[in-house]
């Protein structure tokens, strides 16, 4: 691509986003590059299944729908976005799209499509070609609908030639092209999604590997190779992807060979695994974080005095440590996980510390000397997080914390309306820290499931806005995220819990698989990821 220098400046920041600190926070068995199977002499093992569990149920697998990593880690196994990182997050590559330049405001992205991309056949087309029109249809799509305003700013896709558009933006924003690598902006088929309507989901269709062949809905998802998918032809012939909730039981099905592959693996299932001859239990510090929200907008805890009594009453590190009693998380501090490149160990002394006695004198300040009773909304893996915290508010504030127990689908709609007083919630994105601030505290993700605490602080909102409009230098962008950092912190608007490992149990015969930072599960991928599996 010919660019003058203001475009070459502008690439070279935005695609080496770098994750400093994820290669430093692993353990003994961190990611050593992936399980290797029984193959000899580099042969790679061709055909068979592979069965991967997934650590919670999906509700839907429309792009403009899903909530859920859960949902993304299947999505992506069908459909293609136009760009995606390579292996270690630090640089975005080619995927549908081939080629891409940047106008000197910014405010357009013009993209080359690959030609011969094929969707797979359905109902209501039978294998076509993909060309620019689907990349307007389904981008603008997400602009205008997506429950998580995956693609924010865009205001129009303009179609120059079948394999040839452009991105138009209000206003600039650094970050469209790591916005553009999410499940949320995966390009497929109108005709597939106007016929099927809201039944789309149960009939996804996209231009990936692999190709859906049934959704036994609460229990697994089967898939069947794509045969006439554009990129390397997928080493396995099928694929099964398993909701399996329970930690025990994920780690039983992984032992008896009922999957090849755990996700999310935790607690003392991590040493079960380490300590099988036939596993693996890969590692990657990640860029995971689980956080306590607290409602900023109605009940006690509107009261930022309530909100910091809270903060000040609970003992993070023996929740953390009470939790992976066997590795797989750290104390957090910050809204961000230190992999991302806004992370800033210098503010970790603005956060709240465990005072119990400066925070009953809070509460009782907030008129709530006696305590008050409340709830607090989780899935079924945060319980011990929260059982935890309930004891402690019990023990230090008189506070009565009921826990409510809801599956994944009711959680998110719960939170995103406002209607937790508390909850625990988990975030996994890019090393951007744009997918961590702007999607949990602008105002405008208001009614967003990141953002259902209510959070709105008008200084904050130009603080993020600047980052992405004003400028491209990442150092630039960084001292910007920082100062809305004091801010937020300032406000206590939720308690930061855990910065939480990327981790997957893994049998030997696997080949090729690795842990990814973003959480997503790559079994054929544009970075050169083809997993087979050995007989």
């Not at 149960?202 to 069947?224: A, C, M, N, R, S």
């Not at 925070?359 to 893996?381: H, M, N, R, W």
């Not at 945060?382 to 019990?394: D, E, M, N």
Request: glycine share 8%.
């Amino acid at each position: 691509m010919k660019k003058n220098n203001l475009k070459k400046s502008f690439l070279i920041v935005v695609l080496t986003l770098v994750i400093g600190l994820v290669a430093a926070c692993g353990d003994d068995n961190s990611n050593k590059g992936s399980s290797t199977g029984e193959q000899k002499d580099g042969e790679v093992a061709m055909g068979g299944t592979l069965k991967v569990g997934l650590s919670a149920n999906a509700k839907t697998f429309d792009p403009i729908k899903y909530t859920g990593v859960y949902e993304s880690q299947v999505m992506r196994q069908i459909a293609d976005t136009l760009v995606v990182y390579n292996k270690d997050l630090s640089e975005i590559i080619p995927s549908l799209a081939t080629e891409w330049k940047v106008s000197d405001d910014m405010l357009v992205y013009t993209f080359k499509l690959r030609e011969g991309v094929k969707f797979q056949p359905g109902k209501y087309q039978d294998g076509r070609e993909m060309t620019a029109e689907d990349v307007k249809y389904s981008l603008e799509r997400s602009a205008k609908e997506s429950a998580m305003n995956r693609l924010s700013g865009v205001t129009e896709v303009k179609v120059l030639s079948d394999y040839e558009l452009e991105i138009h933006l209000a206003t600039p924003n650094a970050a469209l092209l790591a916005m553009l690598t999410d499940a949320g902006n995966i390009i497929i088929p109108k005709e597939e999604v106007e016929g099927w309507g809201d039944n789309f989901s149960d009939h996804f269709i996209g231009t990936g590997p692999f190709q859906l062949k049934e959704w036994k809905k609460d229990q697994e998802v089967q898939f069947v190779r794509h045969e006439n998918y554009w990129g390397e032809t997928p080493n396995i012939d099928k694929l099964t992807m398993k909701f399996i909730s329970d930690q025990n039981m994920m780690t039983n099905a992984l032992r008896s060979g009922d999957i090849d592959i755990a996700m999310d693996v935790k607690g003392q299932n991590r040493e079960i695994i380490k300590q099988d001859n036939n596993l693996e239990l890969l590692t990657n510090a990640g860029l995971s974080i689980v956080y306590l929200d607290l409602n900023n907008k109605v009940g006690p805890t509107a009261d930022v005095r309530v909100r910091e009594a809270i903060y000040k009453a609970t003992n993070v590190e023996e929740i953390i440590s009470g939790v992976n009693q066997w590795g797989g998380g750290d104390v957090s501090y910050l809204p961000l996980p230190p992999g991302s490149w806004g992370y800033d160990k210098s503010l970790i002394g603005l956060v709240p510390t465990y005072d119990p006695a400066a925070a009953k004198k809070l509460l009782a300040e907030a008129g709530y000397p006696d305590g008050f009773q409340t709830e607090i909304y989780v899935s079924e893996a945060r319980v011990p997080y929260a059982t935890i915290f309930q004891s402690q508010l019990k023990e230090n504030l008189n506070i009565d914390v009921e826990i409510k127990v809801l599956e994944w689908g009711t959680y998110s709609d719960t939170v995103a309306k406002g209607k937790a007083p508390m909850n625990i919630g988990g975030w996994t994105w890019y090393p951007d820290p744009y997918f961590f601030l702007y999607q949990l505290y602008h105002t405008k993700q208001v009614g967003a499931l990141g953002n259902g605490k209510g959070y709105s602080n008008p200084e904050v909102d130009a603080l993020l806005d600047r980052a992405v409009s004003e400028t491209v230098v990442q150092e630039e962008r960084a001292a910007l995220y920082q100062e809305a950092l004091k801010l937020i912190l300032a406000d206590v608007p939720r308690i930061e819990l855990e910065a939480t490992q990327t981790v997957a149990g893994v049998n030997k015969k696997v080949q090729g698989f690795n842990v990814s930072a973003d959480n997503s599960v790559q079994i054929v991928h544009p970075n050169g990821t083809n997993v087979s599996i050995s007989k």
